[in-house]
């Protein structure tokens, strides 16, 4: 199965992860509405340490981030990946999946606005 997400270069941590790098304060002022909801939200459960969040396609992913927010990304040392991975270990929901990044068997880098 392939999946879409938005990670740093380095670090592998998605925009929303603390600990991830700064993006000029751009989890504070993020609307976590209805079309943004948490894991716990959406799937049912909370994630847990050894997961990520990603989407079930680019059109998905792009309910989540404009192309500005690609701009902020890429200045930022963040890109767009697809990547493969096992879906017996994805948890699915309406608006994002959890994956295990350690069951990913391959990623590349894309444009999620072309």
């Known amino acids: 199965m392939y999946i879409y997400r938005i990670e740093h270069k380095e670090t592998g941590k998605g925009p929303f992860r603390s600990s991830g790098p700064k993006l000029d304060n751009f989890?504070?002022?993020?609307?976590r509405g209805k079309g943004h909801p948490t894991p716990y939200h959406d799937i049912g459960r909370f994630i847990q340490m050894d997961e990520a969040c990603a989407c079930q396609s680019?059109?998905?992913?792009?309910?989540?981030?404009?192309?500005?927010?690609?701009?902020?990304?890429k200045k930022h040392g963040y890109q767009c990946l697809r990547l493969r991975t096992d879906k017996r270990t994805?948890?699915?929901?309406?608006?994002?999946?959890?994956?295990?990044?350690?069951?990913?068997?391959?990623?590349?880098?894309?444009?999620?606005?072309?």
Not at 27 to 31: A, E, Q, R, V
């Open 27 to 31: 989890n504070k002022g993020y609307p």
């Open 58 to 73: 680019l059109e998905q992913l792009r309910l989540w981030f404009t192309e500005n927010d690609e701009q902020r990304f």
């Open 90 to 114: 994805v948890a699915i929901g309406k608006w994002q999946v959890l994956y295990k990044p350690s069951k990913v068997s391959s990623k590349k880098v894309i444009s999620l606005y072309r």
